[in-house]
């Protein structure tokens, strides 16, 4: 600017775009929270930690971050995952990212700290095991991360609901069954003798039932710790999610779940959706949910509008993805009504090199190359490229990265089968 004077004055530009983003007045939700439990073996273990801070040029944002932790042949490993695995997914994004590429860097950070805290908590060889399900809420977007069968459930203002983990049960994914066997487990029931078998699909040696969790060293490294993750982007209308433990969801479905806490705050729907699924099965096993409601501002009052009655086909059909993505979709129309969710990202991969090819901005073309999962400093060229085994000669390249560094590079061979991962065995009795 030029004053009267003719003395120059200057505004820095971080000024002009902070005044520019607060005269837009851009809201963010309220988000209202409460948990209940009932517990038989003392495995579950819940996280929260609201309005988390994070600096973000001249000025700080917000986010909440949501977790619940199901162990199983003893609390040890849910009770290492609460304490390092948001510390772990924080240290794998890059500084100085602003909030769309804070966001967008989620998915691959998410991966990076599951499989970290994975390896970090094998080195204690202790055998447990716990099936996660991670929630990050910033602004109006929720980054769903899930080893295991807990389970995350949004349901829009509207009554949509939409299932934003997967459930990795043997008895669930052929895929997951034939990964493990090609690694070198064997998947089938118990056997009680004479040909009889019963029970889930279990995954042997061990036992275990899940395909992939964190810990779980005695079954084998072909039960991984890489996350199915979700990310959605909410409109304005908000909703109610809800993470529960399987205690819940192996005695009622997202709809009862939903219907039997109609008109609650958080904290009493949490408790009557424990009490609704104690009654169906009784106590059978640790029973905990989380109810969290993500509202507009100055709208304290949770959902009271009943759900749509859908099928399955119906629920992922309301799933708008992002306008710059490719689907089969692409010829519909692109106008969407208040309350659809929009899908941003979704991949259950159970291959880490295929979770981490993906390029993050770059900060700092000068900084020695870090591992792409425990974030050691690595130097240029000793660092192993995630493609090194590939046969796509494109990925040969020795610049070629993401890098590994050699002890996460043993922790992928592992996982797929390449080596044995270097334990002993033992029959975990878990889940």
Not at 403 to 423: H, I, N, T, Y
Request: net charge negative; proline share 5%.
């Amino acid at each position: 600017m030029l004053s009267k004077s003719g003395d120059h004055q200057t505004v820095p530009l971080s000024v002009l775009l902070k005044r520019e983003l607060a005269n837009e007045k851009i809201e963010r939700p309220e988000i209202t929270h409460g948990q209940a439990s009932q517990s038989k073996k003392g495995e579950d273990l819940t996280f929260i930690k609201t309005e988390c801070q994070r600096v973000l040029g001249d000025g700080v944002t917000t986010y909440s971050v949501f977790a619940l932790f199901d162990g199983h042949n003893g609390s040890a490993a849910a009770i290492y995952s609460k304490e390092n695995l948001l510390n772990n997914v924080l240290n794998a994004i890059p500084a100085d990212l602003n909030s769309e590429e804070w966001v967008s860097a989620l998915p691959r950070a998410l991966v990076a700290g599951f499989v970290k805290t994975d390896k970090d908590f094998q080195e204690r060889a202790q055998t447990s095991g716990t099936t996660v399900t991670f929630v990050i809420i910033e602004g109006w977007v929720l980054t769903v991360a899930s080893v295991g069968d807990s389970r995350g459930v949004l349901e829009s203002a509207e009554g949509a609901i939409y299932y934003l983990s997967a459930d990795h049960r043997l008895e669930c994914s052929e895929e997951e069954r034939e990964r493990i066997t090609a690694s070198g487990g064997e998947v089938g029931r118990l056997n009680t003798g004479g040909g009889t078998e019963i029970g889930p699909l279990r995954c042997w040696p061990g036992g275990l039932c899940l395909s992939r969790s964190i810990g779980d060293m005695d079954v084998g490294e072909y039960i991984v710790p890489i996350p199915h993750v979700k990310q959605v982007k909410l409109s304005a209308t908000g909703g109610r999610l809800i993470i529960s433990s399987d205690g819940v969801w192996d005695a009622v479905s997202a709809e009862t779940a939903f219907e039997c806490c109609r008109g609650m705050p958080p904290d009493a729907a949490a408790s009557q959706i424990v009490k609704e699924a104690v009654g169906v099965k009784g106590l059978r096993d640790d029973t905990t949910c989380i109810v969290v409601d993500i509202q507009p501002p100055e709208k304290n009052d949770p959902p009271k509008i009943p759900p749509k009655k859908q099928g399955k086909r119906g629920i992922k059909s309301m799933f708008r993805k992002k306008p710059s993505e490719s689907s089969s979709h692409t010829g519909k129309e692109e106008h969407s009504e208040a309350d659809v969710v929009e899908e941003m990202f979704e991949e259950g991969s159970a291959l880490l090199s295929e979770r981490l090819d993906s390029k993050y901005p770059v900060c700092n073309m000068f900084k020695l190359f870090v591992c792409a999962v425990c974030q050691a400093e690595i130097k240029p060229g000793e660092g192993i490229s995630i493609h090194s085994a590939t046969t796509d000669l494109r990925k040969l390249r020795p610049w070629d990265g993401p890098f590994l560094c050699s002890s996460c590079q043993d922790k992928k061979e592992a996982m797929e089968g390449k080596r044995s991962s270097g334990v002993s065995r033992y029959s975990s009795g878990s889940d």
